[in-house]
């Protein structure tokens, strides 16, 4: 079980989106957040983000760098977000991550087919700032203080 409130362990979070914007978005917002020790990593290209998921749960040493989190954005080119869910999804060390769609669609079809393929949740952009770094405190400390957590083996 992972205690991230009681241990040394530090959480690592993963955001999948190909939009800079969205990268620096997320990383200033994280600073302002309650949980301050977060570990992150973006990765813009989500063929090469699988890639690198699927080579790190190869070796003992490999999951230890796995995120504990990883947000994923829906609409990217090369590889979209219910495409990157159905890849994770199906790596049985993936599965005890928790994978939060995040999306400016509103298209009900496409946040149906995200939940059917194992999303954790699915979560629309916040256009505020302010509101940006709220959604990610109650995001992070749900699943890094609330949530019972297994670890990835």
């Not at 059917?116 to 890094?144: C, G, R």
Request: include cysteine; glycine fraction near 2%; charge should be negative.
């Amino acid at each position: 079980m992972i205690d991230f409130k009681n241990s040394d362990q530090t959480p690592k979070v993963m955001l999948i989106d190909d939009n800079a914007g969205e990268v620096i978005i997320l990383k200033a917002a994280l600073k302002k957040i309650s949980i301050k020790n977060i570990e992150f990593k973006a990765y813009k290209n989500p063929v090469e983000a699988v890639e690198k998921l699927e080579e790190l749960v190869k070796t003992p040493e490999g999951r230890q760098e796995l995120p504990h989190l990883i947000l994923l954005d829906l609409n990217m080119p090369e590889m979209n977000g219910t495409e990157v869910l159905i890849r994770l999804k199906a790596i049985e060390a993936l599965r005890v991550i928790p994978i939060i769609i995040i999306t400016t669609s509103a298209i009900v079809e496409e946040l149906e087919k995200c939940y059917k393929l194992n999303a954790n949740s699915v979560l629309q952009k916040p256009m505020d700032f302010e509101d940006y770094v709220k959604t990610l405190d109650v995001i992070t400390q749900f699943w890094f203080h609330h949530a019972a957590r297994i670890e990835v083996h």
